[in-house]
């Protein structure tokens, strides 16, 4: 029996006795065994696994300032530890929430996409937009304003105000290339 074709889940590769399925090769072979099997595959994995989960992911942003320093340490201890970041400076962060669940048979939705962003609005972005971080935003004061730091304190402002259960990460882009997430997987 020719295992290198084998499906995982699916049953072995059927030895064809006649000459012109003898003749099949490589992909055609493959082709014709999915057209024979793996409609009938897909219908029973959907019978195992229940519903489909879908992720949806909304994003805001925003422009505030930061500077990252302890007050507990010197000047010179600051720079080395921070080194350019102990300066006052900007970015333009991106505030990203992925919510995960059924689809809704009703609406088509996970959840409401203006629900999601006018949460992101009321509790993270409207406060924290044009703004100096280590000073003007009262529920930030306390930790240094590291995008570590605001992506914990931004999951712990954004999860009360959603359904139970959807929230599944949140994610804070301070550049391109550097962002923090919170998983809600564990």
């Known amino acids: 029996m020719d295992h290198r074709l084998q499906h995982e889940a699916g049953p072995p590769l059927p030895r064809a006795p006649n000459p012109a399925a003898i003749a099949l090769k490589g992909r055609e072979r493959l082709r014709a065994w999915q057209l024979t099997h793996v409609s009938s595959f897909s219908e029973n994995s959907r019978k195992r696994t229940g519903l489909i989960t879908v992720m949806v992911r909304r994003r805001e942003s925003d422009n505030a300032a930061h500077q990252l320093c302890d007050p507990e340490l010197s000047d010179d201890e600051n720079r080395r530890l921070f080194r ?103």
């Open 84 to 186: 350019k970041c102990v300066d006052l400076h900007g970015h333009k962060y991106v505030l990203e929430v992925v919510v995960a669940g059924e689809v809704d048979p009703a609406t088509g939705y996970v959840m409401d996409l203006k629900f999601l962003s006018d949460v992101m609005g009321r509790r993270v972005i409207r406060d924290v937009d044009h703004r100096n971080l280590n000073t003007d935003v009262s529920w930030l004061e306390g930790p240094i304003p590291t995008v570590k730091n605001l992506v914990r304190t931004f999951w712990e402002r954004l999860q009360p105000e959603l359904p139970a259960g959807l929230l599944r990460s949140v994610r804070v882009w301070e550049t391109d290339k550097n962002w923090a997430e919170v998983d809600g997987r564990g």
